[in-house]
Nanobody, 124 residues
Framework: QVQLIESGGGSVQAGGSLRLSCAASGRTFSSYGMGWFRQAPGKEREVVAAISWSGVTTYYRDSVKGRFTISRDNTKDMVYLQMNSLKQEDTAVYYC?????????????????WGQGTQVTVSS
């Protein structure tokens, strides 16, 4: 069993930065691939970034490449998402997720555990 708690969301102007954190509890955190997903109003939940169990392999959706960075610290059971150069279209609820795809989950169907979500709002 893994519990995930996100923090760090908020409101920011376009061009600004936010850092999301996800604290995980559970003895087997390091065995899970981790991801950040987001869901905007009226849209499906989509993967933003994913990271392998070791932290060596990462994945980003095209729209955030070069702006977002995912990382993890297995010694602290933490996952992070650094978001720079934020755009209005990044506005969504962001979810931390753990999946048994150890290379990093990229689809909702690969997720075993979800966090409760944190709101990110980017204004012009």
């Amino acid at each position: 069993q893994v519990q995930l708690i996100e923090s760090g969301g908020g409101s920011v102007q376009a061009g600004g930065s936010l850092r999301l954190s996800c604290a995980a509890s559970g003895r087997t955190f390091s065995s899970y691939g981790m991801g950040w997903f987001r869901q905007a109003p009226g849209k499906e939940r989509e993967v933003v970034a994913a990271i392998s169990w070791s932290g060596v392999t990462t994945y980003y959706r095209d729209s955030v490449k070069g702006r977002f960075t995912i990382s993890r610290d297995n010694t602290k059971d933490m996952v992070y998402l650094q978001m720079n150069s934020l755009k209005q279209e990044d506005t969504a609820v962001y979810y931390c997720a753990a999946g048994t795809n150890r290379w990093g989950p990229r689809q909702n169907t690969e997720i075993d555990y979800w966090g409760q979500g944190t709101q990110v709002t980017v204004s012009s």
